[in-house]
């Protein structure tokens, strides 16, 4: 994929933040240098399930809640695909909630961004299982607590600079066969619920603590939980695993699956 790029016309407000998920993307496949024909971007539904009608590779609009099995199936149909799959908090950590913790299990070598805003926006603006206020679902606790995990990061779109390399750490990830590499993104809804001024003073960079080691799931996890009790959300690179290699997986035609 080159650097010229040239956008269709989104569907999404002035301020959203899946603009930058989206910029941040398509620069991470530029800087790769990925060609556009050997890459696939699935996308599930609601507003952010629109990103892979924008980015100028192969697409693919899944159903509702399905996007990580049919991102699964097309890696292991084609493994040389850079297949990435997309959606949004509503879409992944509600109807799809099983799918993601079976895909941790399973290590595919393939990308997942989430997108969260803690609603569905394109349906008005109902709380999603993250909605700050409610009983919430952690997914990057959830996915260090799955010891197959190889990679686990948290962006947030106010951070430009820093998303555009956890997108490029996640691609090479999984591009090098390592295994399933997870990529949450604060990405807010300003129509909606708009956390840019709560999210601007409550995330915290592990990135820029240099006591912090990725490499340990074990103080990972400690430490992502004293920095949420104490009502701070970290981001930068969550946990990973250099010397991770892929899942194997059974051949469908002759094992239960």
């Known amino acids: 994929m080159t650097a010229t790029y040239q956008p269709a016309e989104p569907i999404w407000c002035a301020g959203c933040g899946h603009f930058g998920v989206e910029a941040a993307l398509t620069t991470a496949l530029a800087d790769l240098d990925i060609p556009k024909e050997q890459t696939l971007v699935l996308a599930g539904i609601g507003c952010s399930g629109t990103i892979q009608n924008n980015i100028g590779t192969y697409g693919y ?7 990580l099995p049919t991102a699964t199936g097309a890696w292991e149909a084609n493994p040389e695909l850079s297949v990435i799959a997309a959606g949004g908090d509503g879409d992944g950590y509600a109807i799809g909630m099983g799918h993601l ?5 399973r290590n595919p070598s393939i990308t ?5 805003n803690g ?3 394109l349906t008005k603006g109902q709380n999603s299982p993250t909605r700050q206020g409610t009983p919430t679902l952690d997914a990057v606790l959830l996915g260090l607590g799955v010891l197959e995990t190889t990679f686990i990061a948290r962006g947030f779109t106010r951070a430009p600079n820093q998303l555009r390399r ?7 990830h999984a591009r090098q066969g390592r295994g399933f590499a997870f990529l949450e993104v604060l990405s807010p809804c300003v129509t909606y619920n708009d956390t840019y001024p709560r999210w601007e003073t409550e ?4 990135d820029a603590d240099n006591t912090y ?3 340990n799931r074990t103080g990972a996890f400690a430490r992502v939980v004293e920095l ?5 959300i970290p981001i930068g690179t969550i946990y990973h695993d250099p010397t991770a290699k892929p899942g194997t997986f059974p051949n469908p035609a002759t094992t239960d699956i």
């Open 61 to 67: 609009h899944a159903l509702h809640g399905r996007v």
């Open 101 to 105: 913790i079976h895909t941790f299990r």
């Open 112 to 116: 997942y961004i989430v997108m969260n």
């Open 119 to 121: 609603i569905y926006g």
């Open 166 to 172: 956890l997108t490029t750490a996640a691609l090479t």
């Open 203 to 206: 995330h915290i960079d592990l």
């Open 213 to 215: 080691d990725a490499t």
């Open 228 to 232: 949420e009790t104490q009502g701070r």
